[in-house]
């Protein structure tokens, strides 16, 4: 059994967010006499808040790990059918439930973040079968401390700094260790791929069919910079984050790449559905009313992630799109496969370093 600084050192030891509830997890199953220890947040999509149970650790060796890119939000259960997680957010407070009699199992629901330094909202479910004691409560508690610690700082190191979403760093890193990751969709489970590293050129990897990447860009910001001034147009990029946040997934990847420049990293089964969604913000940010700017305009490209792709490859293919629907006047989506199937565009590919058209 591993010690206490063991696993104190392994949530220390990460660079990737996505694996820290899992190395929680684990810490609190071999640390205390626990039967089952999951960790739930709470996801939006077009208002809609519903249970994202993120990992689920028993004692006895069974498990899984949930990839938030590509669950189906629709079947997720809804804030209100678990009633004692929810007590836990609300009041932020910790809530026992015993529920075999007063000496018999409980579960123990701990809000999972400081609401005071997050925004987000989850909560930490020990299932034992029997009340923790004051000692074994304290030790959650130090366990739980490191994690917020560890997710604050990665978090940060994450962001970026005016709008707070996620930067260009975070999208080469989750391209890297969640995209780029092949599914055996005959078992239902992830196969892990091997990096192959040429000095010189980006790495390559094999990836699941339905992942998108797109850019958007704020049409005429020059010119909203120019005019209005750069604390003014600062406020615009702020703004342009908010309604890409409320417009598109808890759960799908929202950068800020620099300038007035954004990119969405997306799970999606179809096309039409991830032009649907551009659309949507295309028509948010088209019916907003900027203070101090009024009208305000952006366009919009995505392209399918490939199997050979690098962050700059699909990011060069969604910003072709943008750059097409700005020199129509912006205000514009565009699909870079339905470009190239329309002939707009002959198809992009690259061979080492060399473009061939």
Same mark, same amino acid.
């Given at each position: 059994m591993a010690t206490l600084t063991e696993h104190l050192i392994k949530l220390t030891d990460h660079r990737d967010r996505d694996l820290l509830e899992l190395t929680l997890s684990k810490a609190l199953i071999d640390l205390l006499p626990l039967q089952r220890v999951l960790?739930?947040?709470?996801?939006?999509?077009?208002?809609?808040?519903?249970?994202?149970?993120?990992?689920?650790?028993?004692?006895?060796?069974?498990?899984?790990?949930?990839?938030?890119?590509?669950?189906?939000?629709?079947?997720?259960p809804l804030l209100k059918d678990f009633k004692d997680r929810l007590r836990c957010i609300e009041t932020r407070q910790a809530v026992e439930v015993a529920w075999a009699g007063e000496n018999g199992p409980r579960i123990s629901y701990l809000p999972l973040f400081d609401p005071l330094r997050n925004t987000e909202d989850g909560v930490l479910e020990i299932h034992s079968a029997q009340a923790l004691d004051d000692m074994q409560l304290q030790l959650v508690g130090q366990v739980q401390h490191v994690f917020r610690n560890m997710y604050n700082l990665l978090a940060y190191s994450d962001r970026d700094g005016l709008t707070g979403l996620l930067n260009r760093k975070s999208l080469d890193d989750t391209?890297?260790?969640?995209?780029?990751?092949?599914?055996?969709?005959?078992?239902?489970?992830?196969?892990?791929?091997?990096?192959?590293?040429?000095?010189?050129?980006?790495?390559?990897?094999?990836?699941?069919?339905?992942?998108?990447?797109?850019?958007?860009?704020?049409?005429?910001? %020059?010119?909203?910079s120019e005019k209005s001034g750069h604390l003014i147009? *600062? &406020?615009? $990029?702020? @703004?342009? !984050?908010?309604?890409?946040?409320?417009?598109?997934?808890?759960?799908?990847?929202?950068?800020?790449? %620099?300038?007035?420049?954004?990119?969405?990293?997306?799970?999606?089964? *179809? &096309?039409? $559905?991830? @032009?649907? !969604?551009?659309?949507?913000?295309?028509?948010?940010?088209?019916?907003?009313?900027?203070?101090?700017? %009024?009208?305000?305009?952006?366009?919009?490209?995505?392209?399918?992630?490939?199997?050979?792709?690098?962050?700059s490859t699909a990011l060069e293919r969604s910003e072709r799109a943008v750059e097409h629907g700005r020199q129509l006047g912006g205000n514009k989506v565009f699909s870079y496969a339905e470009l190239v199937r329309s002939g707009v565009f002959e198809e992009l590919t690259h061979e080492g370093a060399v473009d061939l058209f």
């Open positions: 960790v739930a947040k709470v996801v939006s999509e077009e208002g809609a808040d519903r249970w994202l149970e993120v990992t689920t650790l028993d004692a006895r060796g069974g498990g899984k790990v949930v990839d938030p890119l590509r669950v189906d939000f629709s079947a997720l391209f890297y260790s969640a995209v780029l990751e092949e599914m055996d969709e005959g078992q239902g489970v992830p196969k892990p791929l091997e990096a192959t590293v040429v000095p010189g050129q980006e790495r390559r990897h094999r990836v699941p069919p339905n992942y998108w990447l797109g850019t958007v860009t704020v049409d005429a910001f %020059g010119a909203i147009a *600062e &406020e615009v $990029l702020l @703004l342009v !984050a908010r309604i890409l946040n409320n417009t598109f997934r808890t759960y799908d990847r929202i950068y800020r790449l %620099g300038g007035e420049q954004f990119a969405v990293l997306m799970h999606c089964p *179809e &096309e039409a $559905l991830v @032009l649907a !969604a551009f659309e949507r913000f295309r028509a948010n940010m088209d019916k907003f009313n900027f203070p101090q700017v %009024g009208h305000s305009t952006a366009c919009g490209g995505f392209t399918r992630v490939s199997p050979q792709d690098s962050p």
